[in-house]
């Protein structure tokens, strides 16, 4: 097992356990937010303008994450919560992007989401409306605790990883 595997072993958890969906980007040439597989960036993507803005989104806050060098939580172009999680393991540097979650307050606020995304992406409204349906909404708190076990997880199949290397 190499470290992407680790990686991908700990994203599999975090998605089992709280439903949530990630993706490495290994560096800035490496931006391919299209393989997002959560079922509404699938359906804004369709939208070519969409898809660029995302990408520029990701490659922004890929870049703050590994500046930083902490975990940055963001709102993405289409307003859901995202977080950006640099890994470090030796040589080897990447960042995890989770699937984007909602606050109460956006639920709240669909219809005005539906029709501005709606308006600058060109896409059907109903369609747009429906992905509120099925987004997963936390508060601040179980947003704070999912960032912590993604990074739990991390660390602990790095940390196995290395253990299989000595």
């Known amino acids: 097992m190499d470290i992407l595997d680790s990686l991908k072993k700990a994203m599999a958890e975090y998605r089992t356990i709280t439903g949530l969906r990630s993706y490495l980007v290994l560096d800035t040439t490496e931006i391919k937010s299209a393989s997002e597989r959560n079922y509404f960036c699938k359906c804004l993507k369709s939208s070519t303008q969409a898809l660029k803005r995302c990408e520029e989104c990701t490659q922004e806050y890929y870049a703050q994450a590994r500046q930083a060098n902490e975990e940055c939580i963001y709102s993405c172009h289409a307003g859901l ?5 640099p890994v470090n393991c030796d040589d ?3 960042v995890i ?7 109460q307050r956006q639920l ?3 219809d005005e989401w539906t029709a501005y995304l709606s308006k600058e992406y060109e896409l059907p409204k109903d369609m747009i409306k429906n992905n509120f349906q099925v987004m997963a ?9 999912s960032i912590q076990l993604l990074k739990d997880l991390v660390s602990y199949h790095l940390a196995l990883f290395k253990a299989n290397q000595a």
């Open 81 to 85: 919560i995202k977080w950006a999680v």
């Open 92 to 94: 080897f540097h990447c």
């Open 97 to 103: 992007i989770s699937e984007g979650i909602l606050s």
């Open 108 to 110: 709240e606020e669909a």
């Open 137 to 145: 909404v936390m508060n601040e708190s179980q947003m704070n605790a």
